[in-house]
Protein backbone atom coordinates (compact mmCIF):
# COMPACT_ATOMS: atom_id res chain seq x y z
CA UNK A 1 0.00 0.00 0.00
CA UNK A 2 1.75 3.28 -1.36
CA UNK A 3 -0.02 6.39 0.63
CA UNK A 4 1.21 9.48 -1.61
CA UNK A 5 -0.27 11.40 1.19
CA UNK A 6 2.42 10.48 3.49
CA UNK A 7 4.86 11.53 0.87
CA UNK A 8 5.80 15.25 0.06
CA UNK A 9 4.77 16.62 -3.05
CA UNK A 10 8.52 16.47 -4.79
CA UNK A 11 8.49 20.06 -4.95
CA UNK A 12 8.79 20.13 -0.91
CA UNK A 13 10.83 17.18 -0.72
CA UNK A 14 14.15 19.25 0.92
CA UNK A 15 15.20 17.34 3.84
CA UNK A 16 17.24 13.36 4.34
CA UNK A 17 13.97 12.57 5.71
CA UNK A 18 11.57 12.92 3.22
CA UNK A 19 14.15 11.85 0.68
CA UNK A 20 14.48 8.77 2.25
CA UNK A 21 10.80 7.73 2.24
CA UNK A 22 10.81 8.87 -1.52
CA UNK A 23 14.13 6.17 -1.95
CA UNK A 24 11.72 3.42 0.54
CA UNK A 25 8.30 3.93 -1.82
CA UNK A 26 10.78 2.81 -4.74
CA UNK A 27 12.22 -0.29 -2.71
CA UNK A 28 8.73 -1.19 -1.92
CA UNK A 29 7.87 -1.43 -4.99
CA UNK A 30 10.50 -3.79 -6.21
CA UNK A 31 9.54 -6.63 -4.03
CA UNK A 32 5.34 -6.16 -3.96
CA UNK A 33 2.57 -8.27 -6.33
CA UNK A 34 0.11 -5.54 -6.01
CA UNK A 35 0.60 -1.59 -5.37
CA UNK A 36 -2.52 0.27 -4.33
CA UNK A 37 -1.99 4.24 -4.82
CA UNK A 38 -3.79 5.53 -2.50
CA UNK A 39 -4.62 9.34 -2.36
CA UNK A 40 -6.37 12.49 -0.97
CA UNK A 41 -9.43 13.19 -2.97
CA UNK A 42 -10.05 16.07 -1.40
CA UNK A 43 -6.39 17.49 -2.89
CA UNK A 44 -6.48 15.31 -5.94
CA UNK A 45 -4.14 13.26 -7.70
CA UNK A 46 -0.56 15.11 -8.60
CA UNK A 47 2.54 14.20 -10.51
CA UNK A 48 4.06 12.55 -7.67
CA UNK A 49 0.89 10.31 -7.92
CA UNK A 50 1.49 9.57 -12.00
CA UNK A 51 5.41 9.49 -11.25
CA UNK A 52 4.76 6.46 -8.44
CA UNK A 53 1.69 4.57 -11.22
CA UNK A 54 4.03 4.67 -13.77
CA UNK A 55 6.73 3.36 -11.47
CA UNK A 56 4.84 0.77 -10.65
CA UNK A 57 3.62 -0.20 -14.33
CA UNK A 58 7.50 0.23 -15.51
CA UNK A 59 8.19 -3.09 -12.86
CA UNK A 60 5.11 -4.60 -13.95
CA UNK A 61 3.42 -5.07 -11.11
CA UNK A 62 -0.51 -5.14 -10.51
CA UNK A 63 -1.78 -1.70 -9.77
CA UNK A 64 -4.80 -0.38 -8.22
CA UNK A 65 -5.48 3.20 -7.60
CA UNK A 66 -7.97 3.85 -4.49
CA UNK A 67 -9.27 7.86 -4.35
CA UNK A 68 -9.65 8.28 -0.21
CA UNK A 69 -11.57 10.53 1.88
CA UNK A 70 -15.37 9.50 0.02
CA UNK A 71 -17.02 9.71 3.21
CA UNK A 72 -16.52 13.71 2.27
CA UNK A 73 -18.46 13.48 -0.37
CA UNK A 74 -22.15 12.46 -1.30
CA UNK A 75 -22.65 8.88 -2.63
CA UNK A 76 -23.74 10.35 -6.49
CA UNK A 77 -20.43 11.79 -6.81
CA UNK A 78 -18.75 8.73 -6.70
CA UNK A 79 -18.85 8.34 -10.42
CA UNK A 80 -17.48 11.41 -10.81
CA UNK A 81 -14.49 10.66 -8.79
CA UNK A 82 -13.75 7.62 -10.80
CA UNK A 83 -13.78 9.20 -14.16
CA UNK A 84 -11.90 11.93 -12.71
CA UNK A 85 -9.34 9.79 -11.75
CA UNK A 86 -9.16 8.05 -14.90
CA UNK A 87 -8.40 11.99 -16.52
CA UNK A 88 -5.55 12.34 -14.17
CA UNK A 89 -4.11 9.01 -14.97
CA UNK A 90 -3.71 9.34 -18.92
CA UNK A 91 -2.77 5.54 -20.02
CA UNK A 92 -4.01 3.74 -17.12
CA UNK A 93 -7.60 2.61 -18.33
CA UNK A 94 -6.39 -1.35 -17.61
CA UNK A 95 -6.07 -0.07 -14.18
CA UNK A 96 -9.21 -0.57 -11.51
CA UNK A 97 -10.11 2.34 -9.43
CA UNK A 98 -12.08 1.94 -6.16
CA UNK A 99 -13.05 4.74 -4.22
CA UNK A 100 -12.42 4.39 -0.36
CA UNK A 101 -12.96 5.76 2.99
CA UNK A 102 -10.19 4.45 4.90
CA UNK A 103 -11.17 5.77 8.04
CA UNK A 104 -14.70 4.98 7.44
CA UNK A 105 -13.96 1.36 6.32
CA UNK A 106 -16.25 1.94 3.11
CA UNK A 107 -14.89 0.32 0.00
CA UNK A 108 -11.95 -1.80 1.77
CA UNK A 109 -13.65 -5.20 1.09
CA UNK A 110 -14.13 -3.89 -2.46
CA UNK A 111 -10.31 -3.38 -2.61
CA UNK A 112 -9.60 -6.40 -0.68
CA UNK A 113 -11.11 -8.37 -3.86
CA UNK A 114 -10.22 -6.63 -6.10
CA UNK A 115 -6.18 -7.10 -4.87
CA UNK A 116 -6.81 -10.66 -4.70
CA UNK A 117 -8.59 -10.19 -8.67
CA UNK A 118 -5.19 -8.87 -9.76
CA UNK A 119 -3.19 -11.75 -8.28
CA UNK A 120 -4.69 -14.27 -10.62
CA UNK A 121 -4.92 -11.86 -13.54
CA UNK A 122 -1.10 -11.82 -12.97
CA UNK A 123 -0.94 -15.52 -13.23
CA UNK A 124 -3.35 -16.42 -15.70
CA UNK A 125 -2.47 -18.10 -18.77
CA UNK A 126 -3.66 -18.44 -22.38
CA UNK A 127 -2.70 -21.26 -24.63
CA UNK A 128 -1.55 -21.43 -27.43
CA UNK A 129 -4.80 -22.92 -29.47
CA UNK A 130 -6.70 -19.77 -28.13
CA UNK A 131 -3.91 -17.60 -29.00
CA UNK A 132 -3.66 -19.24 -32.70
CA UNK A 133 -7.77 -19.01 -33.01
CA UNK A 134 -7.27 -14.94 -33.02
CA UNK A 135 -5.05 -14.53 -35.14
CA UNK A 136 -7.08 -14.32 -38.52
CA UNK A 137 -8.81 -11.42 -36.57
CA UNK A 138 -6.00 -9.13 -35.73
CA UNK A 139 -4.52 -6.31 -37.76
CA UNK A 140 -1.62 -6.65 -39.43
CA UNK A 141 1.23 -4.84 -38.88
CA UNK A 142 2.84 -1.92 -41.65
CA UNK A 143 4.97 -3.56 -44.22
CA UNK A 144 4.96 -7.13 -42.54
CA UNK A 145 2.96 -9.82 -41.00
CA UNK A 146 2.32 -11.16 -37.93
CA UNK A 147 2.75 -15.25 -37.90
CA UNK A 148 2.05 -16.41 -34.22
CA UNK A 149 1.29 -14.99 -30.77
CA UNK A 150 2.08 -16.89 -27.86
CA UNK A 151 2.16 -16.50 -24.00
CA UNK A 152 5.83 -17.48 -22.83
CA UNK A 153 5.80 -16.60 -19.27
CA UNK A 154 3.18 -15.41 -16.52
CA UNK A 155 3.42 -12.92 -13.57
CA UNK A 156 4.05 -10.80 -15.04
CA UNK A 157 2.00 -12.12 -18.30
CA UNK A 158 4.63 -11.83 -21.10
CA UNK A 159 3.34 -12.57 -25.09
CA UNK A 160 5.71 -13.29 -27.89
CA UNK A 161 4.40 -11.96 -31.37
CA UNK A 162 6.70 -13.41 -34.22
CA UNK A 163 6.58 -10.86 -37.00
CA UNK A 164 8.17 -10.42 -40.65
CA UNK A 165 9.35 -6.95 -39.95
CA UNK A 166 10.26 -4.64 -37.47
CA UNK A 167 6.93 -3.20 -35.85
CA UNK A 168 5.94 0.38 -34.22
CA UNK A 169 5.41 1.29 -30.79
CA UNK A 170 1.85 1.72 -31.47
CA UNK A 171 0.98 -1.95 -32.91
CA UNK A 172 2.64 -3.04 -30.03
CA UNK A 173 -0.08 -0.98 -27.69
CA UNK A 174 -3.10 -2.49 -30.34
CA UNK A 175 -1.95 -6.00 -29.44
CA UNK A 176 -1.86 -5.38 -25.78
CA UNK A 177 -5.23 -2.97 -25.89
CA UNK A 178 -6.69 -6.44 -28.04
CA UNK A 179 -5.41 -9.20 -25.51
CA UNK A 180 -7.39 -7.13 -22.69
CA UNK A 181 -10.60 -6.84 -24.68
CA UNK A 182 -10.08 -10.79 -24.75
CA UNK A 183 -8.69 -12.03 -21.82
CA UNK A 184 -8.79 -9.26 -19.20
CA UNK A 185 -5.35 -8.77 -17.32
CA UNK A 186 -7.67 -6.18 -15.43
CA UNK A 187 -4.70 -4.03 -13.13
CA UNK A 188 -1.80 -5.75 -14.42
CA UNK A 189 0.71 -4.95 -16.95
CA UNK A 190 1.33 -6.93 -20.29
CA UNK A 191 4.67 -7.35 -21.58
CA UNK A 192 5.09 -7.84 -25.76
CA UNK A 193 8.30 -9.15 -27.18
CA UNK A 194 8.82 -9.21 -30.56
CA UNK A 195 10.65 -12.03 -32.82
CA UNK A 196 11.49 -11.02 -36.27
CA UNK A 197 11.72 -13.90 -38.67
CA UNK A 198 12.78 -11.85 -42.23
CA UNK A 199 13.33 -15.02 -43.95
CA UNK A 200 12.25 -18.44 -42.80
CA UNK A 201 14.51 -20.22 -40.51
CA UNK A 202 16.35 -16.75 -39.47
CA UNK A 203 14.73 -15.47 -36.47
CA UNK A 204 15.79 -12.11 -34.70
CA UNK A 205 14.49 -9.64 -32.14
CA UNK A 206 13.87 -9.79 -28.40
Same mark, same amino acid.
Given at each position: ??????????????????????????????????????????????? #?????????????? *??????? +??????????????????????????????????? +????????? @??????????????????? @??????? #? #???? *???? /??? @??? $???????????????????????? $????????????????????? /????????
Amino acid at each position: LIDTCGLRRSARVKDSIEFYSLVRATAIIEKIDVAVLLFDTTEGAVD #QDRRICRMVVSKAK *GLIIAPN +KIDLFDKEDLARIVESTYRSFPSMEFVPIIPISAQ +KKKGTHKLL @QCIADIIREKKKTVDKKTL @QSLLPRL #Q #QPTG *GELL /HLR @QIE $TDPPVFRATVTASVKDSYIKYLRN $TLRTYFGFIGVPILIKTRVIK /HRGRPSGS
